[in-house]
């Protein structure tokens, strides 16, 4: 049976746990909180003891041989276990079709199986789907469209027991702009800030503002608007708060390799309309990209991309260097080109 997430935590809790579980989607954090699910209705069953089985090394799959010994094999701490199987691209294979497909046939009784996928299509599927869907649940975690976000956010809402009239939920999706992680984290804040009261629109961007007035994303959309000044400010702040350069780098990262990527489309007169629907970058956010795109042509988003690295390197101490100098540096020069000449960029 394919359920939504969501109603596979509602199944969680008024039955007893399936043999099988897949869960699947491009959108990380809902695939993330499933499991998760699965992982607590396992401790709550009795289950503490668990294998994870994934793709190491040079490997592109796990070690079938490996995991369908594991289902067969009688543990030697538990009476009961939880498998994990981790299959990034979603794709098994023949070979791992045929192992989960015989593990659903004749599911061990002292073995649950948890499969968790980030990739999810229609083309996807198979028998060996088909074979988890007949003894288990299937759990597809489909990105959240634009209309259903101020949905979702107030479910979310309601889950922390707070309460926010429909003004105030639609600012907060607007904010975050289809990003769901930046959503539960404004959500959980907000737990944090708010008295009791129905939040109202006014409401909600004071604590909203007061929470986050100087968190990554704006740093990142300074940057990509072009607003130098903004930048330096709000980095300040962001280290003035104790923040570390590591904690900030991996969402600097994925903005430049999304940028890079729409560059070399747009370098190459392929269609960037295409390329913003293949990112998920929803409309509000595209004139932004945009104006970037014009102020670097793509082998400047490229090393750009690679300053990010020695950013890195620096907070790892793996090179010298003050990184929360050279993370303002970074963000200046994806803000104003003439930045670049803070940086040892090539063809800058």
């Known amino acids: 049976m394919e359920l939504t997430p969501e109603r596979l935590l509602a199944q969680l809790d008024s039955e007893a746990l399936r043999p099988v579980y897949l869960i699947a989607g491009p959108e990380p954090l809902r695939v993330l909180e499933a499991a998760d699910a699965v992982r607590a209705a396992a401790r709550k069953q009795g289950i503490d003891e668990r294998e ?92 959240i469209k634009p209309h259903e976000l101020p949905e979702w956010i107030e479910r979310r809402l309601r889950a922390r027991g707070l309460r926010a009239d429909r003004d105030a939920v639609q600012s907060l999706a607007e904010r975050v702009e289809g990003n769901l992680l930046a959503a539960a984290q404004e959500v959980d804040k907000l737990a944090l800030l708010s008295d009791g009261e129905t939040i109202d629109l006014e409401r909600m961007q004071t604590l909203v503002a007061d929470a986050a007035r100087f968190d990554v994303f704006r740093v990142l959309d300074a940057a990509m608007n072009g607003q130098g000044g903004q930048v330096s400010r709000m980095l300040a702040g962001l280290r003035a708060e104790g923040e570390a350069v590591p904690a900030l780098l991996g969402m600097v990262v994925m903005e430049l390799q999304r940028t890079a990527a729409l560059a070399r489309v747009n370098a190459r007169g392929g269609n960037i309309n295409a390329e913003f629907k293949a990112q998920r970058i929803w ?36 090179e010298s260097g003050d990184a929360w100098v050279a993370l303002e540096r970074l963000l200046l020069a994806v803000a104003e080109p003439r930045a670049l000449r803070l940086l040892a960029v090539s063809g800058a």
């Open 283 to 318: 409309d509000s956010k595209q004139p932004m990209y945009r104006r970037a795109l014009q102020r670097h042509d793509a082998r400047r988003w490229e090393a750009l991309l690679a300053q990010a690295g020695r950013v890195d390197r620096m907070a790892k101490g793996r």
């Open 52 to 143: 994870v089985y994934e793709a190491e090394g040079n490997q592109r799959e796990p070690d079938w041989n490996a995991l369908s010994g594991a289902f067969r094999a009688p543990s030697l701490f538990a009476s009961r276990r939880l498998i994990e199987l981790r299959l990034p691209s979603g794709k098994p294979g023949k070979e791992g079709a045929e192992v989960i497909s015989d593990f659903c046939a004749d599911p061990p009784h002292d073995v649950n199986l948890l499969i968790t996928a980030g990739e999810w299509s229609k083309q996807h599927g198979g028998k060996w789907s088909e074979a988890v869907g007949r003894v288990g649940h299937i759990a597809v975690a489909w990105a």
